[in-house]
């Protein structure tokens, strides 16, 4: 069914909608009826296509601004490049949530025609209106739009800072790790959370380096809740290169931050446990002794464990094994770095 009701309803009983039954009754329910109307009616306006384009096109220039916003809105669902003219005049609406929503339709068209009004845009007084350049940006060419969104990185308001850490994530732009690093000390959680989310998506987590990791590492050891929960969720998508220093962290941390980083740890073997566990054996090996004792029956333990890793491993070519397990009569047990 098309309709929206806030309780289950039967099509055509006293408390329900009709559903529309032409393009033009479609359009007067979205761009003019309640708000449950206009949801409602926006799945079944996008299966017109075309037929709705100059009917929202109207309802740009129309006398209410919560009517402009939804045209401009659905004019970027449609995904026609055709209305790019008219959604870059509505960027000079006097409504701040109307320039936003067009901002928003054309970051959704990517339309090149929308470039120039959007880097004009990027100085609007409003921060909705910036916070929605900044994210209609990251659709565009990244050596275009970076030096821009690099700069809105430090806008005043922290949604902005927001989108912009999600925007160079998705431009793939490994060059700002050193801004977002520092974004994650920022006062505003928003802006924090959004730098820490970056780091795990940039390049699936994979480019970060080491100054990412231990500025991820910090914010899931003293940040606030939300923020070491994006931290975790962040070296849990970074994966194994994260665990040796995860590992190392255990040894300086209790209470609470010894329970988070488990739970990254935890969770990176569940998602992957031949990575985790193989990027873990240098500081299993280092720590073997304190951890399983002095006695034969601890050492044969851990020649057991380390071997039975590197069954479940060997099948991965860029794991590099030794040529046997380690010997546990030596005094120093062996550390297998990875390649």
């Known amino acids: 069914m098309w309709y929206y009701a806030p309780d289950p309803v039967v099509l055509g009983d006293e408390t329900g909608f009709a559903a529309p039954r032409t393009c033009e009754e479609c359009l007067d329910r979205f761009l003019y009826g309640l708000w449950w109307e206009s949801t409602g009616a926006v799945e079944t306006l996008l299966g017109y296509g075309a037929a709705a384009l100059p009917a929202l096109c109207r309802g740009l220039v129309s006398p209410s601004a919560e009517v402009r916003w939804r045209a401009a809105l659905a004019l970027g669902r449609l995904g026609d490049p055709r209305p790019t003219p008219g959604l870059c005049r509505t960027l000079r609406d006097p409504e701040p949530a109307v320039r936003a929503g067009a901002a928003e339709a054309l970051g959704m068209l990517a339309d090149p025609r929308g470039l120039a009004p959007l880097v004009a845009a990027a100085d609007d007084s409003g921060g909705v209106v910036r916070a929605a350049v900044t994210q209609a940006l990251g659709r565009y060419d990244r050596e275009t739009v970076l030096p821009l969104v690099l700069r809105l990185l430090w806008d005043p308001e922290p949604e902005v800072q927001a989108r912009a850490a999600a925007a160079l994530a998705h431009l793939e732009e490994v060059s700002a790790i050193p801004a977002l690093c520092e974004l994650l000390s920022s006062a505003s959680v928003v802006a924090a959370v959004a730098a820490a989310r970056a780091l795990g998506c940039l390049k699936g987590g994979h480019a970060v380096g080491e100054q990412g990791l231990r500025a991820l590492m910090v914010a899931l050891r003293a940040g606030p809740e939300y923020l070491s929960c994006a931290a975790a969720d962040a070296l849990v998508a970074i994966g194994g290169p994260a665990v040796p220093g995860l590992c190392r962290v255990l040894d300086h941390v209790d209470g609470t931050s010894r329970i988070r980083v488990a739970q990254v740890l935890q969770e990176m073997a569940i998602r992957n446990p031949a990575i985790a566990l193989r990027a873990a054996l240098p500081v299993l090996a280092r720590r073997s002794r304190r951890w399983l004792g002095e006695s ?44």
Not at 314 to 338: G, M, N
């Open 296 to 339: 034969a029956a601890g050492r044969i333990l851990y020649r057991d464990t380390i071997h039975w890793i590197e069954v479940a491993t060997a099948s991965r070519a860029d794991l590099p094994l030794p040529t046997r397990p380690p010997d546990i009569e030596r005094t120093q047990l062996p550390v297998v770095e990875r390649a």
